[in-house]
């Protein structure tokens, strides 16, 4: 190494701006947690020593999609020290994805460095790209491994400690393990995946036009395949078309006759997660364009050339291709499965929290985004609950009922009776912990619990009225019907990284005055709101 | 195949915009020689045969760099049967590669699509997105293989027939099989090249900003180094240390002390190309900025974390680096060099064509741009010409020089001498043909051939003089060491396309009225001038 010290003679002055190198190792020991050897000088050890004393609780945030760059911006970074990790050192505009497939839009336009984020928040969070590739919530860790060719010693790996873990890792594109899907198949999901599909579509004309071809095989390289018509589909599909005809078509007059793009749906219908209205109008749109909307078709296998796809009329049938483009919805990612089989969330899909995005028997691990979903509690709940709260005699469990609970909270005058004000009185704090409630009336064209009331026990005064709990649980029987899961796009995920960041911002203050609905279980009032779907103040939400 | 027709039942007049099928089937017909089966129909037939008579002469362009465009957009593609053979659908303004590397400028900014250019032209031009793999100028054909993943017969290649071959495929990066370069090093000489170097920038920053690396690996990972000190080199170190000052730094803090960026190069100084005022300052300028620039340092071998190199002073040393750019100038294509072994040119570094870019010995190839030189015709050239001028008894030869050849061309009244007149009355056809006479006396700074006469003769009277061939010879003897060969830049080769696009353009008119100078071995005038740069009406290359 004579000549490296040669090399690296007094030349980096040249970016020299900021703080020095010795304050860095410092702010990197009491972060990463015993893996950065303390032995730079007695000095360093002392200030380590007082800053453990009044330190910070250890915030780690996976993933940097909207879930978790919005958490990241609405977090007052400056009562946590905080890492951010993920293989993307950018938040992606996800959106306007399928116009990028056809340079519409440049990648550059849609696409925020986190560092640039950190940097206007003050640079006190600290980001890592790299991959969570285990979490430990025993130990309270996450395994991460740089996804760039680092020579970090042994494997590029290194560990983090964690007193609050946030996953927002997203989802993988889902295969349904279908055979050939990943070597034939694009996916939609990345900046990267986009670009290969703007190069992908403009290699299909190119080799299309080649000298000794014959008709048949132009035709099977411009076919274009949408497999699955949910929104991202649908969009690729219709950018895809305008393309085709307002740009490509004029640069390849000999090929443009034999462009063909068709959209694959198992389903009866394209987007089918909207109004009927707009499957109505895109179908339409799409068939005077000249898409080809193919629903009822599953397809099976994908080969380099052929789809092949099974039809409850016409059985297995394959169709030649040139560029499929996979976009059925999305799957579980691995970490996320490994993750749940030492939770006790095995036999479940998707990783599952609470109604405060909470993951379940983790203590401080919360989960938001396209990687988790919240499973609402319901009124109808069945749940065992040891006789004696004492920890030392829990072997016995008694079936308690969320709705007895409920109504046992709502009956102050212990009469076995509620009338209709005292159920009025605990009506707003059950429609936040229950929001079915509330969907349910509105259902049901109710403006009021009373008309719910009257609904299950016949035309009744208002005032005089009383319900006894099994007149109770009719009225309510079926409100957890209108028990749904939220949608996995951006906006859901956007709102959740706001709420969990307004949450931590406020932990302190909410432990004098919590903000959340009434405890039916215990004494007292939750910390805050479960979270909601546009309950928030808009305005808050910094995109 | 019965889903398949199901499939493409009528869609395909979405896109229908232009020309029937059956139309291209003709144009394919006449173009690609014989390759595509004529037997569509009865009717094609007649028109292929009445079409033959009248061809056009097939014209195959090889390359859509700054030579190969810049000749399609000058050339009246009119007048011949033109296909168009790249592996790359655009062409790209290079001068602006190194912006491309730090994000200065986006990739579509710098690229034009040739099909658009085409389009532009009337669409009379086919392009195939392919690369020529071997020129065979024995039967006149190119052998093409197509660079996309298409399903054409066999291995995807086909063969073009040509009347006339423009050579214009560029160069390639001459890596002096240096070992390991290919493997570690990037280059900077196509858009993809620019934005992997981007791109390993970034991971550079990112991986030395990672948890649990000592200061030693963090330096070496952040070492940009650059193997040579040409325009390309340069500029992409300059542009390299802008971004990191300018943004990086902002972005990376904690690791931004630890940047190096050093300028390799073999030689005594960089940029040597240019006047030693621009080496001067850049050196200069490089030493403010704290970029180091290592001049005499030649590189023998290049491993994934160290560069190994050799010094007269020093001997063998070795350096780590996070990121190399190899940037040492051009090398000739294998394509080239198979294609130069054909023709009497392997004992060359570089194809050698005449002063009109014909390569020499083969009929109707021209090459042009960073894949060929002139080899400018020297005034003392000595030749062998066979004694008959019959074809038969071609068995005997006898040294010519072309400087007695000039002599006896300018002796008019075969007097054995050459008054000063004379000389005058073909000096512009000889520096014409011979553009070193004119820059030796311009280097000389002497105004007129008389002063070389003096130079040679002593002092004389103007007109009084008259030269024997001794003398004659005597006066140009030093003319020839202004020989020099043109720098492979994006300027000559768009000179040299433009210039041959008129030569083809005025092909006929030529013919008739030749605009070139005096031939000195034969009688009359050469068709056209030859090339020479800064010659032309600037005002007429398009760019």
């Given at each position: 190494m004579r000549f490296a010290a040669f090399f690296f003679d007094g030349v980096s002055r040249a970016f020299h701006q900021g703080p020095s190198f010795s304050k860095l190792v410092v702010i990197l020991a009491a972060s990463s947690g015993g893996l950065v050897a303390y032995a730079d000088s007695k000095s360093d050890q002392a200030i380590e020593s007082s800053q453990v004393a009044h330190r910070k609780k250890k915030m780690v945030v996976l993933g940097t999609g909207w879930a978790g760059t919005t958490f990241l911006k609405n977090l007052d970074s400056s009562l946590y020290d905080v890492q951010v990790v993920s293989p993307r050192n950018y938040f992606a505009f996800t959106p306007l994805l399928p116009s990028i497939t056809c340079g519409t839009v440049e990648p550059r336009s849609i696409v925020e460095p986190i560092r640039k984020i950190i940097k206007k928040k003050g640079g006190d969070i600290k980001f890592w790209e790299a991959e969570c590739f285990k979490i430990d919530p025993t130990n309270k860790k996450v395994h991460c491994r740089s996804n760039i060719g680092t020579n970090l010693d042994g494997n590029g790996e290194f560990l983090l400690d964690y007193d609050y873990l946030v996953i927002a890792i997203g989802a993988r594109a889902n295969t349904f393990n279908t055979p050939g899907v990943v070597e034939h198949c694009h996916f939609l999901k990345e900046i990267e995946d986009a670009q290969k599909i703007r190069r992908s579509v403009m290699d299909c004309f190119e080799s299309a036009s080649l000298?000794?071809?014959?008709e048949e095989e132009r035709k099977r390289i411009l076919h274009f395949v949408i497999v699955g018509g949910g929104p991202t589909g649908v969009e690729f599909a219709a950018e895809l078309h305008d393309f085709v005809s307002e740009d490509l078509s004029k640069l390849y007059p000999t090929v443009r006759d034999l462009v063909k793009i068709s959209v694959i749906e198992a389903g009866e219908h394209i987007l089918t997660m909207f109004d009927k209205r707009i499957t109505k109008f895109a179908e339409e749109k799409f068939q005077r364009d000249g898409i080809a909307v193919k629903t009822g078709y599953k397809v099976v296998e994908v080969s380099d050339k052929d789809i092949t796809m099974t039809n409850a009329s016409t059985g297995k049938m394959s169709v030649p291709y040139g560029m499929a483009v996979w976009s059925t919805g999305i799957g579980t990612r691995p970490v996320i499965m490994d993750f749940m089989k030492q939770i006790d969330q095995?036999?479940?899909r998707v990783l599952a929290t609470d109604e405060w995005l909470r993951v379940r028997g983790c203590d401080g691990v919360y989960a938001l985004g396209d990687c988790a979903t919240i499973s609402q509690r319901k009124v109808m709940n069945i749940f065992m609950r040891p006789i004696s709260s004492s920890p030392f005699s829990a072997s016995e469990n008694i079936k308690r009922e969320d709705i007895s609970l409920i109504f046992k909270v709502a009956d102050k005058d212990h009469s076995g009776t509620l009338t209709v004000k005292e159920i009025q009185d605990v009506l707003d704090d059950i429609c936040i912990r229950y929001p079915q409630v509330e969907l349910y009336l509105k259902s049901k064209q109710m403006s009021d619990i009373v008309d719910l009331i009257k609904d299950s026990k016949?035309?009744?005064?208002k005032e005089s009225v009383e319900l006894d709990i099994e007149e109770f649980k009719k009225a309510l029987?079926?409100?957890?019907?209108?028990v749904k899961n939220l949608p996995a796009t951006a906006q859901v995920a956007a709102q959740q990284g706001n709420y969990l960041a307004r949450c931590f911002n406020k932990m302190k203050e909410s432990d004098e005055n919590p903000e959340g609905p009434l405890r039916i279980r215990e004494s007292g009032r939750h910390r805050f709101r479960p979270f909601s779907l546009y309950a928030m103040d808009q305005a808050m939400v910094k995109l």
């Open positions: 000298p000794n071809l014959d095995a036999n479940r016949g035309d009744v005064q029987a079926n409100v957890d019907s209108q």
